[in-house]
């Protein structure tokens, strides 16, 4: 079968926009702040596999519990900092709620093409809960940090990835830190557990 280049459209005529539970229609090309609604967010995240549902335990590991795992050990390693960047913390992969959550290699083979709609939602995302579109650099790179700490000890606890392999991908953390074993839980006690840190931390 002939391979065939599929060009971008010049002008989009099909739908781009998703219904959510709570009723709002979200642009995915043109996010509004005004569509968004954390428990929608909550939802999906619960919802939605890392590493390709590919990890141990009964449940799937879900990106919402990530993300609070994240928000966890960004407070603990930065306790001075304002409260507002705990937000961001727990919302830096709020757009996998529309989008999923795309695995390393597969970004890689997309060229970062996904990275305009993504842009696009977390900027809403951080503008709807009152946090900066763009973060403080200084933010970013200690979110990044965390997001990627956690990566690790994921790939070892949860993944199949002894620690040997997991640092040829994932640099091993240094991190002041204690931490449990990540054991996935239940998708449901996962959207609670991140809509009641959302309401805690605001």
Known sequence: MENKIIKP??????????????????????????????????????RVSRWN????????????????????????????????????ALLHDAPEYVIGDLITPFKYALNNSYR????????????????????????????????????????????GYNEKEASKIIKKPNLNSKRQIIIAKSANDIQKKFLKRFQEII
């Open 9 to 46: 459209l010049k002008k989009i005529n099909q739908r781009a926009w998703q219904r959510m539970l709570s009723g709002r229609k979200l642009d995915i090309l043109s996010p509004s702040p005004f569509d968004i609604e954390i428990e929608d967010i909550a939802l999906g995240l619960s």
């Open 53 to 88: 549902g590919q990890t141990t335990g009964k449940y799937p590991y879900s990106v919402a519990q990530h993300s609070i795992l994240v928000e966890e050990l960004f407070n603990i390693e930065y306790p001075e900092l304002d409260k507002k960047w705990n937000l961001a």
């Open 116 to 159: 305009f709609v993504e842009d696009n939602l977390i900027k809403a995302i951080y503008l709807r809960f009152g946090l900066p579109a763009l973060l403080p650099r200084d933010i970013e790179s200690k979110i990044k940090k965390i997001d990627k700490s956690l990566a690790w000890f994921e790939a070892v606890d949860i993944a």
